[in-house]
Protein backbone atom coordinates (compact mmCIF):
# COMPACT_ATOMS: atom_id res chain seq x y z
CA UNK A 1 0.00 0.00 0.00
CA UNK A 2 1.12 3.41 -0.70
CA UNK A 3 0.19 6.88 0.90
CA UNK A 4 0.97 9.89 -1.18
CA UNK A 5 1.47 14.11 0.97
CA UNK A 6 1.52 16.65 -1.92
CA UNK A 7 2.88 19.95 -1.02
CA UNK A 8 4.25 23.14 -2.66
CA UNK A 9 0.34 24.64 -3.15
CA UNK A 10 -0.11 28.24 -2.52
CA UNK A 11 -1.55 31.59 -3.73
CA UNK A 12 0.54 33.14 -7.18
CA UNK A 13 -0.09 36.06 -9.42
CA UNK A 14 -1.00 35.33 -12.98
CA UNK A 15 2.63 34.85 -14.65
CA UNK A 16 4.09 33.51 -11.80
CA UNK A 17 5.60 29.51 -10.75
CA UNK A 18 4.89 27.42 -8.69
CA UNK A 19 6.99 23.82 -7.78
CA UNK A 20 4.54 21.01 -6.13
CA UNK A 21 6.03 17.57 -4.76
CA UNK A 22 4.53 14.36 -3.65
CA UNK A 23 5.81 12.63 -1.49
CA UNK A 24 5.43 8.46 -1.20
CA UNK A 25 5.63 6.00 1.43
CA UNK A 26 4.89 2.22 1.25
CA UNK A 27 4.70 0.51 -2.04
CA UNK A 28 7.02 0.07 -4.74
CA UNK A 29 7.76 4.16 -6.17
CA UNK A 30 9.89 3.38 -9.07
CA UNK A 31 7.50 0.76 -10.25
CA UNK A 32 4.55 3.44 -10.32
CA UNK A 33 3.37 5.46 -12.98
CA UNK A 34 2.60 8.71 -11.50
CA UNK A 35 0.54 11.62 -12.14
CA UNK A 36 -1.46 14.69 -11.14
CA UNK A 37 -5.15 15.83 -11.21
CA UNK A 38 -7.04 19.24 -10.41
CA UNK A 39 -10.59 19.85 -9.34
CA UNK A 40 -11.79 23.02 -8.77
CA UNK A 41 -15.49 23.14 -6.60
CA UNK A 42 -18.06 21.97 -8.38
CA UNK A 43 -15.83 20.80 -10.96
CA UNK A 44 -14.88 17.35 -11.99
CA UNK A 45 -11.36 15.89 -11.77
CA UNK A 46 -9.30 16.80 -14.46
CA UNK A 47 -5.88 15.07 -16.07
CA UNK A 48 -2.94 17.35 -15.54
CA UNK A 49 0.38 15.71 -16.17
CA UNK A 50 1.56 11.66 -15.57
CA UNK A 51 5.03 10.35 -15.66
CA UNK A 52 6.05 6.62 -16.07
CA UNK A 53 8.27 4.59 -13.95
CA UNK A 54 11.42 5.93 -14.96
CA UNK A 55 10.55 9.03 -16.54
CA UNK A 56 11.51 8.54 -20.26
CA UNK A 57 7.64 9.10 -21.45
CA UNK A 58 5.63 12.23 -20.18
CA UNK A 59 1.72 13.43 -21.07
CA UNK A 60 0.21 16.63 -20.56
CA UNK A 61 -3.48 18.00 -20.86
CA UNK A 62 -3.25 20.48 -23.68
CA UNK A 63 -4.27 23.20 -21.75
CA UNK A 64 -1.10 22.93 -19.92
CA UNK A 65 0.99 21.94 -22.39
CA UNK A 66 4.05 24.18 -22.75
CA UNK A 67 3.76 25.89 -19.01
CA UNK A 68 4.15 22.56 -17.07
CA UNK A 69 6.72 19.95 -16.37
CA UNK A 70 5.90 16.99 -14.20
CA UNK A 71 9.62 14.95 -13.52
CA UNK A 72 10.49 12.22 -10.94
CA UNK A 73 13.15 11.46 -8.28
CA UNK A 74 12.97 7.56 -7.05
CA UNK A 75 15.67 7.96 -4.86
CA UNK A 76 13.54 10.46 -3.26
CA UNK A 77 10.37 8.77 -4.03
CA UNK A 78 8.38 11.76 -4.74
CA UNK A 79 7.32 13.19 -8.05
CA UNK A 80 7.30 17.36 -8.77
CA UNK A 81 5.14 19.26 -10.88
CA UNK A 82 6.89 22.46 -11.59
CA UNK A 83 3.84 25.07 -12.93
CA UNK A 84 5.28 27.96 -15.21
CA UNK A 85 3.32 30.91 -16.52
CA UNK A 86 0.52 30.29 -14.24
CA UNK A 87 -3.44 31.47 -15.12
CA UNK A 88 -5.99 32.04 -12.98
CA UNK A 89 -8.03 28.76 -14.84
CA UNK A 90 -5.14 26.99 -12.92
CA UNK A 91 -6.44 27.62 -9.57
CA UNK A 92 -7.83 23.88 -7.95
CA UNK A 93 -6.75 21.59 -5.58
CA UNK A 94 -4.21 19.16 -7.25
CA UNK A 95 -4.07 15.50 -6.28
CA UNK A 96 -0.87 13.10 -7.18
CA UNK A 97 -1.93 10.09 -8.68
CA UNK A 98 0.07 6.42 -8.15
CA UNK A 99 -0.81 3.71 -10.84
CA UNK A 100 0.98 0.87 -12.15
CA UNK A 101 -0.53 1.49 -15.57
CA UNK A 102 -0.12 5.05 -16.99
CA UNK A 103 -2.76 4.29 -19.15
CA UNK A 104 -5.57 3.71 -16.47
CA UNK A 105 -4.02 6.43 -14.55
CA UNK A 106 -4.68 9.15 -17.55
CA UNK A 107 -7.97 7.82 -18.31
CA UNK A 108 -9.42 7.44 -14.70
CA UNK A 109 -6.49 8.58 -12.16
CA UNK A 110 -4.79 5.86 -10.14
CA UNK A 111 -5.23 3.08 -7.66
CA UNK A 112 -3.63 5.73 -5.08
CA UNK A 113 -4.31 9.36 -4.12
CA UNK A 114 -3.15 12.39 -2.36
CA UNK A 115 -5.39 14.34 -0.14
CA UNK A 116 -4.26 17.55 -2.77
CA UNK A 117 -2.93 20.70 -2.43
CA UNK A 118 -4.70 24.26 -3.25
CA UNK A 119 -3.31 26.39 -5.82
CA UNK A 120 -5.01 29.71 -6.42
CA UNK A 121 -4.05 31.96 -9.54
CA UNK A 122 -4.73 35.83 -8.81
CA UNK A 123 -5.24 38.18 -11.85
Known amino acids: QMQLVESGGGLVQAGGSLRLACAAAGGSFSIYAMGWFRQAPGKEREFVAA????????YYTDSVKGRFAISRDNAKKTVYLQMNSLKPEDTAVYYC????????????????WGQGTQVTVSS
Open 97 to 112: TADLQIGTLGLYGGEY
Open 51 to 58: INWDGSTT
